[in-house]
């Protein structure tokens, strides 16, 4: 019975996100952006409102502010945000709870629910800076570095294999620990983003090397793999899709798209494609048949006009003109004189508006859900400006002098990451709560962030949430030479563990495969269904039976129903239970064999959707 209960409590909220129009021959969306963003608010509200439906507070503590007040302004974000609404006469949610605050800041920085020990700490603690001093021991954390590092390798796609590549175990392991320690050393964004696009190298043991090798094609000719470093180069750093350009002219075929691209030729992207074009990857074999390519650059060539076959159309001399030589797309820059041609990309890459601007859009949508721009792979240049707006289009950003103001604050602080991240999760509108005022909530304030949105909780931190909460760790093995991990957090690629139990209920829950299937935190029935019913992952882990469970050491403790379901909400949702929850636990754990009561109380919070989602 226990089973279609839950089911019925959250499957319908598992469902959020289901409604897609995708492209039938591919992961491509054919709706235009406006179209794309305006589906993405839609879903976000109605997420927002199945998680925490508007009058009903998850929150313990009362609200920080009246609901007729705004937060105080602690830095530039909050002045934007909080201005925007009182202009336009929106009130925002009150700001979260500690309880709320705690859990939130912990998945978001770390991936990980916070232990029962750290959340009594803070709520103890009543001074004043206490959010200020979380927020930055987490930034200081080993477990800040592990999430972050799952981020930029799905940024860039780090994976042992995909449908036209092939880094191999050895070649991601390496390219895992570049990103890993670059992150973990403080390195600058930029100067990382630099060294993978200029590396060069054996991929086994020069990591950012394998940058090349993720993009090669093999079944075509070599401008294939330049177009396909300069495209998701463009995707990646400059959240801007330069496929289309590969194939055909902007005119006539992205007015609907991207603005700015469509008045580029496909001549132009052939600009940025040159600059790999000097590049070039060797395949060599040892012993244990496992294959590295050596990547380096030659002494001359140039982007050459001879191709009609692969993957794109054909490539034929512009009258007399048989190559093309580099010039970047955006400003006709050329490689300087003697200056390695990749190397003189990412210098003019990074040194672009743009590279800022994607990146801190990128990395405010990780915190709030939503980008400032959305689609965020679709920033349109064209339409960043209010005050430089094509007649006819429609302005992108939801806070244009916002997002300025972070990608300028971005490049003054030198890129450091941790510096961005702190100053967005710092600021009052990141701690709102998700629970907004007893009112009717109204779709269209979801791009004025009035409210916390939560999210489902990626695959990783999910299974790691389970073993934390159950108090039962699992152990990864990972392929080619890597010590063994605790953590789904800590695994170097999203096709790391297959072929089990963990494999099966990541892949359920949305982690993608780095190639032609994106991250998701979309829900479905069947993940509903696993968590309900898998033994391994959840079920046998609420048992007495299973060593060091909570549920074990919780009874070995004590048999006092109040400290029992004070402990399962403390190690599982990550807060004490209200007045009301304690009562219907305390009178459920009393209504039959302790024991069983227990392992039932458990099951049925690993279900809850506050458990599922941040």
């Known amino acids: 019975m226990k ?46 409102e199945a998680v925490a439906p508007s009058g009903r507070r998850r929150a313990v503590e009362p609200p920080s502010n009246g609901t007729s007040s705004y937060p105080p302004s602690v830095n530039y974000i909050d002045t934007e945000i909080f201005g925007k609404m009182k202009i336009d006469g929106i009130v925002p949610s009150a700001l979260s709870s500690d309880e709320e605050f705690f859990r939130r800041i912990n998945l978001d920085l770390t991936g990980q629910i916070p232990d029962p020990a750290s959340v009594q700490g803070f709520l103890n603690d009543k001074s004043a800076d206490k959010r200020t001093k979380t927020i930055d021991a987490l930034l200081a954390s080993d477990a800040f570095v592990d999430r972050w590092t799952m981020w930029f390798g799905d940024l860039v796609q780090n994976v042992q294999v995909s449908s036209s590549s092939r880094e191999l175990p050895a070649g991601r392991n390496a390219y895992y620990t570049y990103i890993h320690d670059s992150i973990k050393n403080k390195k600058a964004y930029d ?46 750093f400059l959240g801007m899709p330069m496929q289309c350009l590969s194939c055909h002219n902007g005119l006539g075929h992205l007015e609907s798209v991207n603005w700015y691209l469509k008045s580029h030729a496909r001549y132009d992207f052939w600009g940025n494609a040159a600059f790999f074009s000097r590049g070039t990857s060797r395949r060599t074999t040892p012993g244990d048949n496992q294959s590295s390519f050596t990547i380096s650059d030659k002494a001359n060539g140039a982007y050459n006009l001879n191709t009609n076959s692969g993957n794109k159309t054909s490539r034929v001399p512009i009258g007399t003109q048989t190559s093309v030589n580099p010039a970047y797309l955006a400003t006709g820059e050329q490689p300087r004189a003697g200056e390695p041609w990749r190397d003189a990309y990412g210098r003019i890459l990074t040194a672009q508006p743009q590279f800022a601007i994607a990146t801190v859009n990128y990395l405010w949508k990780e915190l709030f859900a939503l980008g400032i721009v959305e689609p965020a792979n679709n920033i349109d240049p064209a339409r960043l400006d209010p005050n430089n707006l094509p007649a006819g289009q429609v302005l992108q950003p939801n806070h244009p002098n916002l997002l300025t103001l972070l990608a300028n604050d971005f490049t003054t602080n030198h890129y450091d990451l941790r510096a961005i991240l702190r100053t967005m999760v710092m600021s009052n509108a990141y701690q709102l709560s998700t629970q907004y005022p007893a009112a009717t909530w109204n779709e269209s304030w979801t791009p004025y962030y009035a409210r916390h949105i939560p999210r489902r909780l990626m695959a990783e931190s999910m299974l790691d949430a ?60 069947a993940q509903a269904l696993s968590l309900m019913n898998d033994g391994t992952v959840v079920v046998n882990r609420t048992h007495k039976n299973t060593a060091n469970s909570t549920v074990a050491k919780t009874l070995a403790a004590t048999t006092d129903p109040n400290v029992i379901a004070d402990q399962l909400y403390l190690y599982t949702l990550s807060r004490y239970p209200t007045a009301a929850e304690k009562t219907q636990a305390v009178a459920y754990l009393k209504s039959g064999t302790l024991q ?19």
């Open 466 to 525: 389970i073993a934390k909460a159950t108090s039962v760790p699992v152990t990864y093995n990972i392929s080619g030479g890597l010590p063994a991990v605790t953590s789904a957090m800590k695994l170097p690629d999203t096709l790391e563990v297959r072929n089990n139990v963990y494999g099966r209920f990541l892949d359920e829950f949305g982690r993608g495969n780095r190639d032609d299937q994106a991250r998701s935190n979309d829900s479905s029935i």
């Open 596 to 614: 069983n009561k227990t392992e039932d109380l458990q099951w049925v919070l690993l279900n809850s959707v506050e458990f599922l989602f941040n």
């Open 191 to 236: 100067q990382m983003v630099r060294e993978i696009i200029g590396a060069s190298g054996d991929t086994f043991t020069t990591g950012a090397a394998n940058f090349w090798v993720r993009q090669i094609q093999a079944n075509g000719p070599a401008q294939d793999t330049y177009d396909n470093l300069a495209a998701e180069s463009g995707v990646m």
């Open 3 to 48: 089973q279609w209960i839950a089911l019925a409590v959250v499957a319908p909220t598992l469902l959020l996100g289901a409604e897609k129009e995708t492209c039938p021959f591919g992961p491509f969306d054919l709706r235009s952006p406006h179209e794309q963003q305006a589906g993405l608010y839609h879903q976000l509200s109605v997420t927002a």
